[in-house]
């Protein structure tokens, strides 16, 4: 899968005819993830990884190479049959702002359709990137509870300030982004998992 170059055309240093591939990431890109998403984690702006963790995860990435470099990254991660999140999307400092990340989205949104999920959603601190990708806010309770089991281990539990995003793929709704009301189809809801705690001055 190739990517389309920007018309603002690609910057960090490389050759404009550099194609940009997009690819399901290997074990090989273990080290290259982990230094692109700590990179932000150190910055407050991503969660941290393992390489452990990463390697445990990788098949969930999809990662964009130019010149035998990662420029970008982002996961595909299930939960159950029906949702999935976008998880781990990051793109070089020098890459930014020129189209890279709207097709890491893309492809997980593709990837996503493919596997059949009714809905994508993201916590994130940049809901105007997702929003121009057909995302919209939505409150925590919209989300299946199972999502919070992943919250618990996460050191931002009880101080998250991220926001929630959601697309709809399937349904009715799935063009205007209007929430239906209760759970996912077919997703087991039935789990009781406390909700993280959202900072007052978030909002
Ligand atoms: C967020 C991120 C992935 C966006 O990647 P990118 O390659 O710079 O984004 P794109 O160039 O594909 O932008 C697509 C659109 O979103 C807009 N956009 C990009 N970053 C944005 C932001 N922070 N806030 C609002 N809109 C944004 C762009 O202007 C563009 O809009 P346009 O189509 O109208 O021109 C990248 O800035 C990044 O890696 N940030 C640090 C890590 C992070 O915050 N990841 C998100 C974790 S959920």
Not at 20 to 33: N, T
Request: aromatic share 8%; hydrophobic share 40%.
């Amino acid at each position: 899968m190739s990517a389309t170059r920007d018309k603002k055309g690609w910057s960090a240093g490389l050759e404009q005819s550099d194609p940009v591939l997009l690819r399901k990431a290997l074990v090989s890109d273990v080290g290259p993830l982990a230094r692109l998403i700590n990179g932000y984690a150190r910055q407050g702006i991503m969660l941290p990884r393992s390489e452990f963790e990463l390697a445990e995860g990788v098949r969930d990435f999809t990662v964009a190479v130019c010149g035998g470099q990662i420029a970008g990254c982002g996961a595909l991660h299930f939960y159950g049959t029906t949702v999935g999140e976008v998880r781990s999307l990051a793109v070089q400092p020098s890459w930014k702002q020129q189209g890279l990340g709207r097709q890491i989205a893309q492809a997980i949104e593709t990837e996503a359709r493919q596997h059949g999920l009714c809905s994508l959603f993201a916590f994130t601190y940049v809901p105007g990137f997702f929003q121009k990708l057909g995302f919209h806010e939505v409150g925590r309770d919209a989300l299946p509870s199972k999502v919070w089991k992943d919250c618990m281990g996460c050191p931002k539990f009880q101080c998250c300030d991220e926001i929630a995003v959601r697309k709809l793929l399937i349904g009715p709704h799935s063009r205007d982004g209007i929430t239906p009301m209760g759970g996912e189809p077919g997703t087991d809801d039935s789990v009781v998992v406390p909700v993280p705690m959202v900072r007052k001055e978030a909002f």
